[in-house]
């Protein structure tokens, strides 16, 4: 099978090209090289004015969320065009993770559920960067269950008034607007009484609280609603519909999630050449040469699956529960390599210091982010039971509280 660029392609690649030689912030190369998994190393540069300002620069010219409409601020590529552009944005990419939620998750919500005079207003600012979003669904009692959730929304007029809490909200401390799915009706069965939203992140009545991790960053946080007033113009689909609403959110997601997981395979097969073991380059060893192929094999299956999203998008088909895939397989593989490369390094794997640890210390970023990759869009678990009941079309798990109106559901507070 030849994979090589079409006449048209190439001119379309020398293009992409030739646009990020002459506007790429070439200035932060070293500082983006050495970026960790879940974090964007800009060095002295603050890394959200530098993801906006590459975000305008690729917007103004015409190479911001290619896909997308033209009206939206897109440019109506083909996937293959979209393929292309990733490939040659290189480490750029790195700085468009303030962007993947809005972009990724909210604004194909907004496409399907806003009136086209919002998706005029909102979406070109989204494409160029000048507004971000946040996807605010997880809920402290909630866990895994999206529909067990608990703020609540009570109309009032033309507003809706919203009290309770989410958490796990990335990005919501830099925010502009962000989704946000409530309970309407607590009297019918849970996935029956939601209703989503778009909100102003500036609006009275919210606070946003970062949440310290592991790694040393605050990409989550805790977000509190009190007597926040919304107007009925920014519902997302009609009243008691926000489960199906939100079904577009987590496809969409998952794509955008699943596809852009830097699972480390490229990094670890660098640090295996560097590395010895007794004495010989790692990559000579058996064992090494195990998980190497392993690997290998897992990443062009998650490269293929991407592409089979990515089709099936282009033809105006909503992206699927097989979605799922991806992030469960990446997530896994990601914290399986960073373990791996840590017990490569010995006690150099304690290290966390970029400018000293080996391969910048990518995989301890990796290793301490983890965890929250395979908790955040779905735990492993909700993965597999979606793969296992939507995709292979096995029987469904048994959920003690199917169709009971969810104010009868016992709870332990």
Sequence with gaps: MDFSDTKEEAEFRAEVRAFIDANAPHYLNEHLQKSGFGNTNTGEYDALEEAKKWQKTKAENGWACLMWPTEYGGRGATPIQNVIW???????????????????????????????????????????????????????????????????????????????????????????????????????????????????????????????????????????????????????????????????????????????????????????????????????????????????????????????????????????PENSIGKLVAGNMMQDIAKFALDLQGQGGALVDPEVAEGSARFQAMLLRSPAVRIEGGTDQILRNIIGERVLGLPEDMRADKGIPFNEIPTGS
């Excluded at 609603?225 to 519902?235: A, G, I, T, Y």
């Excluded at 997601?253 to 004495?279: C, D, H, K, W």
């Excluded at 058996?286 to 592409?307: C, E, I, Q």
């Design 86 to 320: 990733s490939q040659e944005e290189g480490i750029y990419s790195r700085l468009s993770g303030t962007f993947i939620i809005g972009q990724g998750m909210c604004a194909p919500t907004m496409m399907a559920y806003a009136s086209e005079g919002q998706k005029q207003e909102y979406l070109p600012k989204l494409a160029s960067g000048e507004h971000v979003w946040c996807q605010m669904f997880s809920e402290p009692h909630g866990g895994s269950d999206l529909a067990g959730l608990r703020t609540r929304a009570e109309k009032d007029g033309d507003e809706w008034v919203i009290n309770g809490q989410k958490i796990w909200t990335s990005g919501a401390q830099h925010s502009d607007y962000g989704i946000l799915i409530t309970r309407t009706d607590p009297t019918v069965a849970k996935h029956k009484g939601l209703t989503m939203f778009f909100i102003d992140m500036k609006s009275e009545g919210i606070e946003v609280v970062p949440i310290k991790q592991a790694n040393g960053n605050s990409e989550f946080n805790e977000v509190y609603f009190d007597n926040l007033r919304v107007p009925d113009e920014n519902r997302l689909g009609e009243v008691g519909e926000g489960w199906r609403v939100s079904i577009t959110t987590l496809m969409n997601e998952r794509m955008a999630i699943g596809g852009g997981i830097s699972t480390g395979f490229p990094e670890i097969y660098e640090l295996v050449q560097s590395v010895q073991i007794n004495g010989k380059p790692a990559v000579e060893d058996a064992n090494v040469k195990s998980k190497l192929a392993d690997w290998y094999v897992k990443s062009s299956g998650l490269k293929n699956n991407a592409s089979r999203m990515i089709t099936a998008v282009s033809r105006g088909e909503m992206p699927g």
